[in-house]
């Protein structure tokens, strides 16, 4: 028997949830046919089996979340019972058929083991989340030795950066961490916020009708991440808006002519992509994160922009790399390849990691302007609106202009409201008179 565990699926991931089988229990599989359909925060992957044979037992149902190195199917390869089999049977056994093929044990007394080996006991679960499990990365902790303080016995960073400076668990961590009764709220002392009470729900059954979803895969991720973004960042917005006429003109022309030609489907974001670039360059607190547990900001000399792309499983955000050296063109091209990916759910799990800037347009979907949520750990986020026609005044006169809404979302922490006010005045001048820095790049 072969017990085919849950590989890993790329960093950061530690579980997924089972979209679809393609075989039935009882049912003869190939080798590298495809086996299971797993959908994590950053992707759905088939799963091919490695190994051809029938299929005993299925480790879950479509629906279920399964946990990497767990077994999620058991396949019957015609292979002998292998060494934990025999190792089950101690010494005393005398050598015979059971004992397998290969040479008899010596009947001498140094033959037989010194010691016996206690028993391996499987390796605790541990629940935590992706920046908690970095942070223990980063400090050395061995996440397995922590009591959690968080609700329902997870990690949280406090537990983490008290186990490196060598101080004992929590007192609310004594005895064993467990989830507050039902209809209790999650108080301030498990969430390691002073005074935060997430009191519970009202029965809404008791209303009217409703429906009940489990929160899965990617949406599960968008709620991590934006809840942990918006509780450890404090969010400052600024709003500009910014002329581009001449730019829309000159993209109108460039689509047309380039029709056909990759990246030919010119639109506005691979113009902002690089205007955006250009500013980061030049204020690198918005190309940068805060390392709270080492109190030192990073600053990154690389730029990949990530663009958000709504798909019929949720929000993902690809990334767009090394945008410093690619042609608006190619940002254009690399932008229509990864959009499509993630809308057909074939897009690889690294086309969502490594972004270090992030740029959300909501204009195409009808929305004026929007103040967007920092794609934790970067430090900033551009949001555009719809670009439309506007009254506004020049040299006195009422004309009208093409005007786009755009809101740079930054971390406090990191940059002020004046770095703010000159990235986007840069960043509007760039776009206002598009040709000049064009011929450049």
């Known amino acids: 028997m072969f017990e085919f565990k849950l590989p890993d699926l790329g960093e950061g991931i530690h579980e997924g949830e089972i979209l679809k089988w393609h075989v039935a229990e009882g049912q003869t599989i190939g080798e590298d046919e495809p086996l299971v359909d ?24 479509e629906g279920d979340t399964v946990a990497v190195g767990q077994v999620i199917a058991v396949i019957d390869d015609g292979a002998e019972a292998e060494a934990p089999a025999a190792e089950a049977e101690p010494a005393a056994t005398p050598a015979g058929p059971a004992a397998g093929p290969g040479p008899a044990a010596p009947e001498e007394p140094a033959a037989a083991p010194a010691a016996p080996t206690p028993p391996v006991r499987p390796a605790r679960r541990v629940a935590a989340a992706p920046a908690t499990r970095r942070l223990a990365r980063e400090l050395g902790v061995d996440l397995a030795s922590i009591p959690g303080t968080g609700p329902g016995g997870r990690i949280t960073a406090d537990d983490v950066r008290r186990a490196a400076a060598g101080g004992g668990p929590a007192p609310q961590a004594a005895g064993g961490p467990s989830p507050p009764p039902e209809g209790e709220p999650i108080t301030g002392t498990t969430a390691g916020i002073p005074f935060l009470e997430i009191e519970p729900l009202p029965d809404f059954a008791q209303l009217g009708p409703v429906e009940r979803e489990p929160v ?33 003109r000159f993209r109108r022309e460039e689509r047309t002519r380039r029709e056909g030609e990759p990246g030919g489907r010119l639109s506005l974001l691979p113009f902002v992509v690089k205007a955006v670039t250009h500013c980061l360059a030049e204020f690198p607190m918005f190309n940068a994160s805060l390392d709270p547990a080492r109190g030192e900001i990073i600053y990154k000399k690389f730029y990949n922009v990530g663009f958000a792309a709504d798909t019929p499983r949720g929000l993902v955000v690809p990334v767009v790399r090394g945008t410093d050296a690619r042609s608006v063109v190619e940002i254009s091209a690399e932008i229509i390849r990864l959009a499509e990916a993630a809308r057909d759910g074939r897009i690889d799990a690294a086309d969502f990691q490594g972004g270090t800037f992030t740029i959300t347009n909501i204009g195409p979907l009808g929305g004026k302007g929007l103040i967007p949520t920092i794609n934790y750990p970067e430090s900033a986020i551009l949001g555009m609106g719809r670009a439309a026609p506007q009254a506004v005044v020049r040299d006195g006169e009422i004309v009208v202009r093409t005007i786009l809404p755009l809101t740079l979302a930054f971390d406090h922490r990191i940059a002020d409201g004046a770095d703010a006010a000159r990235f986007m005045s840069r960043l509007v001048g760039l776009l206002s008179r598009p040709l000049s820095w064009l011929v450049e790049a």
């Open 216 to 248: 899965r895969s990617i949406r599960r991720k968008v709620a991590r991440r934006m809840t942990t973004s918006m509780i450890l960042v404090p969010h400052v917005a600024l709003l500009e808006d910014c002329d581009v006429t001449e730019l829309e």
């Open 38 to 61: 797993i959908e994590t925060d950053k992707a759905a992957v088939t799963i091919p089996s490695p190994r051809g044979g029938r299929v005993v037992r299925l480790g879950g149902a």
